[in-house]
């Protein structure tokens, strides 16, 4: 492979300012003709729908811990093929992960699995000197992990950037200052209880686009971090090599059998999708039919599967209600016995109803024996891992799974129902064991957990086969 530039962007903490930073580096390289692939360490669905549409590649999520080095590396490299750079936000503190042992699920791990070079942002706002103290700490705590520089955020001007100039050289002469961003504030993307906004709602539009890439331009060394991220395969840990088809790895072709068309909801209430699980069912014999329910869609023609991914039902709760059409049409299906995979907010709609924090009560689909109510306090937030204790859509028994969850809403009023089984044996980071969860209800199964199936083995071909037998068997009554 020619050589390409590649670099890794992490922060202190959250909220230091990553993702502005790595936006503001996409639109300046894109400017500069650059093709820009960018990525997302961590189970995030909000910062790559930016990414996407700054740089008009779609964004992929890297994880260490839900996928295996292997899936990463391959995802990358083949993603970076058709681009000049690939870019990658990092995810919380640089090396913040799965627990405070190990480097796992962290971007410090992810820098060094891919061969990248860190840009750590540095929020130096309150602070002068201290902010080297601080670098060194970082620079010191692997030395395994190489670092092309540090861009300093919301500073306070000139003076102030020459004050933590002059810090870094008296300490860290061999890390260079890259540049210090002002505090600016009409670049800012809103934030809600999910966190940022989703690019569903807002649009970075050209005039925002080219204000993000002026300030780099303006504050940043653009070509020092050309020159230093100049990135070769043979520089990822373990040489970078990993084969395509290795076990969770995406991989291209599709079966010979005539596509299975899965209907999949996307608007602003049905958002959070990741394009690898997408993908891997396109890889396992899936024509996937998108439509959005909150303009008036229902079911696409000649559905033998749904897919309702997670996203904000509850702020679109009054309008969801409202689509009767749809929310039948989703009844009609399950009682047909077509298979139904929902994930989090799908499974809110799935529920008899969704209740808000201001009392407010909103019918949905009514097919799950139970309603779900939010909260004011976060109600489940962390890695999760799936071992299925039954058959259902995703595959058979002990097949293990690796997710996230977060939310901020809750199962109440539940009824008994004897259709109602749960065959997920769930373990989280901070849980002290394992709980069910999981809901399977004839043809539907739902869950709170955000699965990843780079990790599952066999979930996306189950699901595609379940749609196939379905669609037989339902062309036979016909």
Same mark, same amino acid.
């Given at each position: 492979m020619l050589s390409k530039h590649g670099l890794l962007i992490g922060g202190t903490h959250s909220g230091c300012g990553k993702t502005t930073v790595a936006l503001a580096l996409m639109a300046a390289f894109k400017r500069r003709g650059l093709r820009v692939q960018p990525f997302k360490v961590g189970p995030d669905f909000i910062d790559? &729908?930016?990414? $996407?549409? =700054? $740089? &008009?590649?779609? *964004?992929?999520?890297?994880?260490?811990?839900?996928l295996d080095r292997e899936y990463n590396q391959a995802l990358f490299r083949r993603r970076l093929e058709r681009a000049d750079m690939g870019l990658v936000e990092g995810v919380m503190g640089l090396f913040d992960g799965y627990d405070g042992r190990t480097e796992s699920g962290? *971007? @410090?791990e992810m820098a060094k699995w891919l061969g990248l070079p860190v840009i750590l942002v540095v929020d130096a706002r309150s602070m002068a000197r201290s902010a080297a103290a601080?670098?060194? &700490?970082f620079r010191h705590f692997d030395p395994a992990l190489?670092? @092309? &520089?540090? =861009?300093?955020n919301r500073i306070g001007g000139e003076g102030h950037l020459t004050y933590l100039k002059e810090a870094m050289a008296a300490n860290l002469p061999e890390v260079p200052v890259l540049g210090g961003l002002p505090r600016e504030e009409p670049i800012r993307i809103p934030e809600r209880h999910l966190g940022l906004v989703t690019a569903d709602e807002v649009v970075i539009d050209p005039v925002r686009q080219q204000r993000l890439a002026e300030l780099v331009e303006q504050h940043v060394d653009l070509d020092s971090i050309l020159r230093q991220t100049a990135w070769r395969e043979e520089r990822a840990e373990g040489g970078g090599h990993a084969p395509v088809g290795a076990k969770g790895a995406v991989r291209d072709g599709s079966p010979a059998? @005539?596509?299975?068309? =899965? @209907?999949?909801a996307r608007d602003a209430a049905f958002c959070f999708y990741y394009p690898d699980n997408l993908e891997l069912l396109q890889q396992a014999g899936a024509e996937l039919t998108f439509f959005a329910p909150l303009k008036g869609e229902s079911l696409p023609e000649n559905a033998a599967g749904l897919y309702l991914g997670g996203g904000y039902p509850e702020v679109h709760a009054e309008p969801l209600s409202s689509q009767k059409a749809f929310l039948a049409a989703i009844r009609a299906a399950v009682s047909r016995g077509m298979p139904v995979y929902a994930e989090c907010g799908g499974l809110m709609v799935l529920s008899r109803f969704i209740d808000l924090l201001d009392g407010r009560r909103y019918p949905m689909a009514g097919i799950l024996p139970f309603g779900t109510r939010m909260l004011p306090k976060l109600k489940a937030l962390g890695y999760t891992e799936v071992r299925l204790t039954g058959g259902c859509l995703l595959g058979g028994p002990n097949q293990l799974m690796r997710g996230h969850e977060f939310h901020y809403s809750e199962i109440i009023e539940e009824e008994d129902d004897p259709a109602l089984t749960m065959v997920y044996r769930v373990r989280g980071r901070k849980s002290g064991g394992d709980r069910l969860e999981g809901y399977r209800m004839g043809s539907v199964l739902a869950s709170y957990v955000h699965l990843h199936w780079g990790s599952a083995g066999r979930a996306a071909t189950s699901f595609v086969e379940g749609c196939r037998q379905f669609r037989i068997s339902d062309s036979g009554c016909r």
């Open positions: 790559p &729908g930016f990414h $996407t549409q =700054i $740089t &008009g590649f779609e *964004s992929r999520n890297l994880d260490g811990w839900m962290s *971007s @410090a601080l670098v060194y &700490g190489r670092f @092309a &520089g540090i =861009i300093f059998e @005539a596509k299975v068309r =899965i @209907a999949v």
